[in-house]
Nanobody, 124 residues
């Protein structure tokens, strides 16, 4: 089993940047797809970004395309999410998650293991 721990969340003004990290331990995650989701109060968990096992393919929600960038370092068992030009509506708890190869990239149901989440708050 893989354990995931997110870090890097915090309070930032609109227009600012944050970089989230997700550190994996346990078995290697290098053959799994990885993703970031977020959940705002009173809303369902939504897809933000995903990356395939090698890092050669990335996927983004329309709402973050051009502002967020997902990457991974398999040698360091680390997943990253660089968030630029942050908006108030980006405020949420952000979760990293691991997906077996056949899992749905865009749905939380496609992911087999999750971190505990990190809070991102963007002030307007």
């Amino acid at each position: 089993q893989v354990q995931l721990v997110e870090s890097g969340g915090g309070l930032v003004q609109a227009g600012g940047s944050l970089r989230l990290s997700c550190s994996a331990s346990g078995r290697t995650f290098s053959r799994d797809g990885m993703g970031w989701f977020r959940q705002a109060p009173g809303k369902e968990r939504e897809f933000v970004a995903a990356i395939n096992w090698s890092g050669s393919s990335t996927y983004y929600a329309d709402s973050v395309k051009g502002r967020f960038s997902i990457s991974r370092d398999n040698a360091k068992n680390t997943l990253l999410l660089q968030m630029n030009s942050l908006k108030y509506e980006d405020t949420a708890v952000y979760y990293c998650a691991g997906r077996p190869p056949a899992g749905n990239i865009y749905s939380p149901a496609g992911y087999a293991y999750w971190g505990q989440g990190t809070q991102v708050t963007v002030s307007s």
